[in-house]
């Protein structure tokens, strides 16, 4: 091995974020951080596109290269899924891919108005309206409060490790 060649760690597990063009960009930061810390990897998954211009609460854009499309995705790779906030333009792709999930007994943490689309295919109408959701073996968390989705991004990272 020469000096310039660094050894990658071993993933974890591989965790799946659906995307649209409208994607809050700070949500899917927020969910990544934790999760490339506890050391696994994030792949965006896309309704259709290949790039996507997301945009951040600054309002600068953020442009996201898409692992696959959903009608693509390989569920049996991902061990998680993210629902950050923008799915809604995406909802029949995504409600398809939260359901995989679901029944799978997969992980899916959203925020913004990916709680809703998590809290309809949970059937957890009470967490619809949280900030933030994590769903472990289908029973639904809702996160509320100020710092709810860097709580939830949180838990949801360590929930992974355990």
């Given at each position: ?7 990658r760690p071993q993933?974890?597990g ?13 949500d899917?930061?927020?969910a990544?951080?934790p ?11 896309t309704?259709?596109?290949t790039?996507?211009t997301?945009?951040s ?6 442009q996201?290269?898409a692992?696959?499309?959903i ?5 049996d790779r991902y ?11 995406i909802t ?13 007994g997969?992980?899916?943490i ?10 309809a295919a949970?059937?957890?109408?009470e ?9 472990m ?5 809702a996160?509320r409060?100020?710092?709810a989705?860097?709580d ?8 992974l490790?355990?």
């Open positions: 091995m020469n000096r310039f060649t660094r050894r993933l974890k591989r965790v799946a974020a659906i995307a649209s063009d409208r994607l809050n960009a700070d899917l930061m927020n990544t951080r999760l490339e810390r506890a050391g696994f990897g994030v792949a965006v998954v309704g259709g596109e790039m996507l997301a945009r609460e600054r309002a600068d854009d953020v996201l290269m692992a696959s499309t009608g693509d995705m390989d569920f061990c998680a899924l993210i629902l950050p906030g923008g799915v809604n333009e029949d792709s995504a409600r398809l891919v939260a359901d995989r999930f679901l029944a799978a997969k992980p899916i959203a925020m913004s108005d990916g709680v809703a689309l998590l809290a949970a059937n957890a109408p967490a619809a309206d949280a900030p933030a959701a994590i769903s073996r289908g029973q639904v968390f996160a409060g100020e710092t989705i860097e939830a991004t949180e838990l949801f990272a360590e929930g490790v355990a």
